[in-house]
């Protein structure tokens, strides 16, 4: 059985750090991508970041870049998204989802990742 659970999320003032974390099993970890998406109340579900299956390829969106860095442990099953500069906008409900075999061109493609976690908060005070 596969699981995703995500550990690391709270409240923290505007301009703070958090760092969520992502551990996985029942997967081979290292043939999977890695990503991290969010949703905020009454919104729909969007992209933050991904990691390729080594680790050597990362894709942010803009709305993330520069503040916020993906990676990965192969060796702990584990996936990493260190958030800075956090703004309130940032508040939302983060998962990491895996994406088996996929391919680097098929890393930004949400349909893509077969399996998510159940998601941990993260509330970014004014």
């Known amino acids: 059985q596969v699981q995703l659970v995500e550990s690391g999320g709270g409240l923290v003032q505007a301009g703070g750090s958090l760092r969520l974390s992502c551990a996985v099993s029942?997967?081979?970890?290292?043939?999977?991508?890695m990503g991290w998406f969010r949703q905020a109340p009454g919104k729909e579900r969007e992209f933050v970041a991904t990691?390729?299956?080594?680790?050597?390829?990362?894709y942010y969106a803009n709305y993330v870049k520069g503040r916020f860095t993906i990676s990965r442990d192969n060796a702990k099953n584990t996936v990493y998204l260190q958030m800075n500069s956090l703004k309130p906008e940032d508040t939302a409900v983060y998962c990491c989802?895996?994406?088996?075999?996929?391919?680097?061109?098929?890393?930004?493609?949400?349909?893509?990742?077969?399996?998510w976690g159940q998601g941990t908060q993260v509330t970014v005070s004014s």
């Open positions: 989802a895996a994406a088996y075999a996929a391919l680097p061109s098929e890393i930004l493609t949400t349909r893509r990742y077969d399996y």
């Open positions: 990691i390729s299956r080594s680790g050597g390829g990362t």
């Open positions: 029942g997967l081979t970890f290292s043939s999977s991508a």
